[in-house]
């Protein structure tokens, strides 16, 4: 760290991490030290933007600077296993966009490899980290709702705009990984101890006409090791309702005296706490941290926000989740769901966990 304690970054992948070079240069806890692409137009597309010369072609450039603390992987899923795997052999600190991984081959031996490197990994789920969902997670920590029943979550959007990247097409890209992993980290949020799922799914005709080869549409049910139930959706090529009515994204927590809700990308919570007090909470005037540029396609405030987190937890010594275990756990959850779907019966995850032999390691 710097001397006035800033984190100092290195950033891999100018794709998604364009919000990421935002939330660290409007940050007062990160130092931007240097960005990366192997696509040497895209590194000059970001400089202009961000006024900021520092760029590089070579992730190994950045793995050799004794100056940089952290890395930022932002590069597309297949890639962030050998990138993380590079980060932690050079000595840093890892923030990694979600999926964490796009497979499990990779996970035993990251797990022991970061505790052997003894560096910090931080899984960049960034919806934990806008405010409705803040202050939902920090109600919920207050008893306001009193014990949770149940958890529902989904991620509904027309995104068919997305299928003009072309791996988009690929058999490889799938809603599963790329869409549902938000609500079902919202779900592990609040039960993380799911041991079986059920679902279903289809690729709906939009989805067909568009060139996908995955399902994308799909709806689960969870059942958790202490009897409670939950549930996820996700739909992505089709018309979604207005903002005003429903938001894309939203997490309901439904407790024994109270229930609440966090919608996404809407700035906007609602709760009935134990009292029978009914509110109505919005942040509007913190719409221009969150979202900076290109609407709301970049949500640059969130990742100001983990990206703090993060740094904190480096400074003062106290672990920032989701960690590696727990990201890992996550993308075991969404194996798991895949299998289900493919069998058409309720799947359990001990078995998936068992299968790659991480029970020792996730505490299974």
Not at 308 to 320: C, M, P, W
């Amino acid at each position: 760290m710097t001397k006035e304690g800033k984190l100092r970054l290195g950033i891999l992948g100018l794709g998604e991490g364009r919000s990421t070079i935002s939330a660290a240069m409007h940050s007062d806890k990160i130092a931007l030290v240097t960005i990366c692409d192997r696509n040497e137009e895209v590194c000059r597309q970001r400089s202009k933007e961000f006024d900021f010369p520092h760029y590089t072609t070579r992730y190994e450039e950045m793995l050799e600077d004794p100056s940089i603390d952290a890395i930022g992987i932002y590069t597309p899923d297949r890639l962030h296993a050998e990138h993380i795997k590079m980060a932690l052999e050079a000595g840093k600190h890892v923030v990694c966009t979600k999926p964490l991984l796009d497979d499990l081959q990779e996970a035993k031996a990251l797990i022991e490899l970061q505790r052997k490197s003894g560096k910090r990994l931080f899984v960049g789920q960034s919806s934990r980290f806008f405010e409705p969902m803040k202050r939902q997670r920090a109600d919920y920590n207050k008893g306001l709702i009193g014990d949770l029943i149940t958890v529902e979550a989904y991620y509904h959007a027309d995104h068919r705009w997305f299928l003009e990247k072309p791996w988009a097409l690929e058999p490889s890209f799938k809603w599963l990984y790329g869409g549902l992993s938000h609500p079902v980290d919202f779900i592990r949020w609040y039960l993380p101890e799911i041991v079986e799922v059920m679902g279903y799914g289809m690729l709906s005709a939009n989805g067909q006409a568009g060139g996908l080869k995955n399902p994308d549409t799909m709806h689960f049910i969870y059942k958790s090791k202490d009897g409670r139930i939950a549930r996820v959706s996700g739909a992505y090529s089709g018309p979604v309702q207005p903002a005003l009515r429903d938001s894309e994204m939203s997490c309901i927590l439904r407790g024994t005296t109270g229930s609440s809700q966090g919608d996404y990308m809407e700035l906007r919570y609602a709760i009935t706490d134990q009292s029978g007090e009914e509110q109505l909470v919005t942040w509007e005037h913190k719409s221009k941290h969150y979202f900076r540029f290109e609407g709301k396609s970049h949500h640059a405030g969130e990742y100001n926000n983990y990206l703090e987190h993060f740094a904190d937890s480096i400074k003062t010594d106290f672990v920032a989740y989701p960690d590696l275990i727990e990201g890992v756990g996550t993308i075991a959850l969404l194996k798991t769901m895949e299998r289900s779907l493919q069998s058409g019966k309720p799947e359990k995850v001990a078995a998936v966990i068992e299968e790659y032999g991480l029970e020792a390691l996730l505490g299974k």
